[in-house]
């Protein structure tokens, strides 16, 4: 008889939490995953011209809302971030670099996450969503957050404020080089620039599985409350670190190199110049090595080794009693130059820099399983996602809800993609141009439909002073001074707390 009575309480307790989930008709929960630095070499993009195996983007594309001509808000990874979960660019915000912080120098900026939360979600994540290192997704973000664990060695030093200079008071030591480094044979070794498969190491303990291993976890339980769920996976990220299966996707033979220009950048202002030749260190020594083929096949791994995990949190999802009421986002924060522009590398204003894969899949849209080919960028994502969750708009950020886009992705849609780097450079893509601004006023204008390599800039001829016009208006009127970077705090990690070194002044993140 006691048997009985547990049992029957048990069940009771099981149709008293399942009564509390969500139905389609009331708050969808909320997926988002971040891949990083992958360009539009996916199938659904068809930005590579060879074969690309990414059957799992691929097929998330076909049964949501592909975007066909969606760009990152700024083409560096923290930027990007931070303006894809505030909703702001950061000529609103300050955040111009890796090298800042947004929450001692923004404390009252409520980012994505916090935002569902405090509006009745439950809010967790894992990976690299904001940036990855530490100081990035503070507590007061989350319910629970699981920080990314790297395939390097990536530890937090006891505080120690006088040790500052050496560690920035807030990460032990990094073993960048490791007996077994480098794998391709690129001296003097540089801790990114790097790929190959780890020796003895199996696929499930490399540090993107951490992700999915906590995924899988999270979406095996039952919430009380919808929940917002991000997942940031580091690949494609350098270094590009991936099991030896997934290179061997891709014959060298078979690689197809990108199609150079010679004197590409003769026609382009200064800045542009100075960003494209920024870091040409690394692609010249990866031509006078002789492993230029060898570099795309590795990041064409690690593109296939990112759609892998994609697909194995997506498996999860449908398995679960979730699937049927998750809006599910995929984005990458920008893209990447492999040659292109004689640029190695991010930071750019053109096509490859900012161009990226994004997908939304929402219960039930009308749209879902076509193309979308309007322009947008990530900061619409804030808008779209609160209007699918039927919660009160977010009045103080930059961008626009995409709703209407997921109903009929044929549908009008009045605004062009805009992408920063830096102060005042800017990228403002519509449907058939680029137009670049630099801060010192020189100009770049593509004609993207006739022109998508961008080797014909006509910002000099007086016939498209019309179109430079009409996208110069976009531009943004004004850029916020930089917020100051870390060197101004001290960082501590187990109390989550920032300590402004000038004035002693406490800033907490819990």
């Not at 069940?11 to 992958?38: T, Y």
């Not at 001296?187 to 990114?192: K, V």
């Not at 009409?470 to 916020?480: I, L, N, Q, Y």
């Not at 970077?485 to 501590?492: A, I, L, N």
Request: net charge negative; with cysteine; glycine share 6%.
């Amino acid at each position: 008889m006691r048997f009985l009575f547990s049992l029957l309480f048990l069940l009771l307790d099981i149709v008293v939490i399942f009564a509390q989930i969500p139905s389609v008709k009331d708050q969808p929960n909320i997926l988002i995953i971040s891949v990083d630095d992958m360009k539009d070499w996916v199938g659904y993009l068809g930005g590579y011209e060879g074969k690309v195996f990414t059957p799992n983007i691929d097929k998330l594309a076909k049964e949501g809302v592909g975007f066909t001509n969606a760009h990152t808000a700024a083409s560096v990874c923290c930027p990007s971030r931070y303006a894809m979960m505030l909703g702001k660019r950061p000529s609103t915000t300050g955040l111009y670099n890796n090298g800042q912080w947004y929450k001692p120098e923004l404390p009252n900026e409520i980012p994505m996450s916090q935002y569902f939360k405090q509006n009745g979600y439950y809010a967790a994540g894992a990976g690299k969503v904001f940036h990855h290192t530490p100081g990035n997704n503070p507590p007061c973000n989350w319910d629970d957050f699981q920080d990314q664990v790297f395939d390097d060695t990536w530890n937090f030093a006891e505080w120690n404020p006088q040790k500052y200079f050496l560690t920035y008071g807030y990460r032990g030591e990094i073993e960048k080089f490791p007996p077994w480094k480098p794998l391709n044979g690129i001296y003097p070794i540089r801790s990114e620039l790097d790929w190959g498969p780890i020796p003895n190491k199996e696929e499930k303990d490399y540090g993107d599985q951490k992700v999915v291993d906590y995924a899988q976890g999270f979406l095996a339980n039952m919430y009380a409350k919808p929940f917002f769920l991000a997942l940031g996976i580091y690949r494609p990220h350098l270094p590009w670190h991936v099991p030896q299966k997934y290179y061997d996707l891709y014959p060298l033979e078979d690689i197809i190199m990108p199609e150079i220009k010679e004197n590409d950048l003769s026609d382009v202002p200064k800045i542009g110049v100075e960003l494209a030749l920024k870091r040409e260190i690394d692609f010249i020594q990866i031509k006078e090595e002789k492993l230029w083929k060898k570099a795309i096949q590795a990041y064409l791994a690690s593109i296939s080794y990112a759609d892998y995990l994609v697909g194995e949190i997506i498996n999860e999802l449908k398995q679960s009693i979730y699937n049927k009421n998750t809006v599910v986002v995929l984005w990458s924060d920008h893209g990447w130059h492999l040659g292109t522009k004689n640029h190695w590398h991010k930071q750019t204003l053109w096509e490859e820099c900012t161009k990226i894969p994004f997908i939304i899949r929402a219960p039930n849209a009308s749209g879902n399983g076509q193309l979308c080919d309007k322009p947008v960028d990530m900061v619409n994502v804030f808008p779209t996602l609160a209007a699918l969750a039927n919660l009160p708009a977010k009045k103080d950020i930059d961008g626009y809800d995409m709703t209407s886009l997921l109903e009929d992705p044929k549908s009008s849609w009045g605004y062009p993609a805009i992408t920063e780097i830096g102060i005042g450079n800017v990228s403002v893509r519509s449907d058939k141009w680029r137009y670049i601004l630099y801060n010192d006023g020189t100009e770049e204008l593509y004609n993207s439909q006739s022109d998508p390599n961008e080797w014909t800039n006509l910002a000099s001829n007086v016939k498209y002073m019309a179109v430079i016009s009409k996208h110069r208006k976009w531009v943004p009127k004004s850029f916020a001074d930089p917020v100051a970077g870390k060197e101004k705090y001290y960082f501590d990690p187990y109390e989550y707390s920032w300590l402004n070194r000038t004035t002693g002044e406490f800033i907490q993140g819990k």
